[in-house]
């Protein structure tokens, strides 16, 4: 019905810089916020940064600074920019959004979180 498909992940080495990808596609009624989060092992998921429909946008302190949340509402994409990557910043990256689509029924259904499946970045020599 809905997908969010993340990419751009991979081995980055430290100092190193990447951009993820997210795009949503399916029989989407609206798409408000988007985010990322990350999940490294054996931590909990932690919001990275996120972004309105409108552009406003919001960073986690450990990212601020070297991070930039973008998106393209025509494309129904988002995207997290990150430079100087530290191997802390090694994690499974998963997108977020806030979105409503039509069911098999054409019924809409709302989700205040939408998940990707995650896409694994690893910092490393």
């Known amino acids: 019905q809905v997908q969010l498909v993340e990419s751009g992940g991979g081995l980055v080495q430290p100092g190193g810089s990447l951009r993820l990808s997210c795009a949503a596609s399916?029989?989407?009624?609206?798409?408000?916020?988007m985010g990322w989060y990350r999940q490294a092992p054996g931590k909990e998921r932690e919001l990275v940064a996120s972004?309105?429909?409108?552009?406003?946008?919001n960073y986690a302190d450990a990212v601020k600074g070297r991070s930039t949340i973008s998106r393209d509402n025509a494309e129904r994409t988002v995207y997290l920019h990150m430079t100087t990557l530290k191997p802390e910043d090694t994690a499974v990256y998963y997108c977020d959004a806030q979105l409503c689509y039509y069911d098999t029924q054409d019924t809409p259904i709302c989700h205040r979180d939408y998940w990707g499946q995650g896409t694994l970045v690893t910092v490393s020599p």
């Open positions: 972004i309105t429909r409108d552009g406003k946008t």
């Open positions: 399916g029989r989407i009624l609206s798409l408000d916020a």
